[in-house]
């Protein structure tokens, strides 16, 4: 039961590895932004935030003729208030990692003392 707690653990915690960078917040400047076919990518993942106030959450298949279109979904650029790009942050990660590799040693030792306890013999 442990091991799948911890694994359950680390499977939460993997969403700090990833980081929200905004792209665009003003119906103007996405033509500017996305026409050079450099800021999107196939794959991105993205928020985009409707000027209704709806979010739409997707993975990029394509960007053209004013329009965001993902697996499911699309969106025009002329409906868009805001779009942000969740990126890989290797910061995040490795202070993750350090931090479960801390925790995992304070219970190996915390266990094995408990497991093996002075006797005074």
């Known amino acids: 039961m442990k091991p799948f707690m911890v694994w359950c653990v680390i499977v939460c915690m993997l969403g700090g590895c990833t980081t929200l960078h905004p792209i665009a917040n003003a119906p103007s400047d996405l033509s500017q932004h996305f026409n050079d076919d450099g800021v999107l990518q196939p794959g991105d993942r993205v928020i985009i935030t409707t000027t209704k106030g709806v979010q739409h959450h997707l993975r990029v298949s394509s960007v053209h003729d004013g329009v965001i279109y993902g697996d499911h979904d699309s969106v025009p ?6 779009v942000y790009r969740r990126d890989f942050s290797a910061t995040k990660t490795t202070i993750l990692v350090v931090v479960l590799a801390g925790v995992a040693g304070a219970l190996a030792a915390a266990i094995s003392s408990a497991s093996h306890p002075n006797v005074g013999l």
């Open 77 to 82: 650029f002329s409906e868009i208030a805001s």
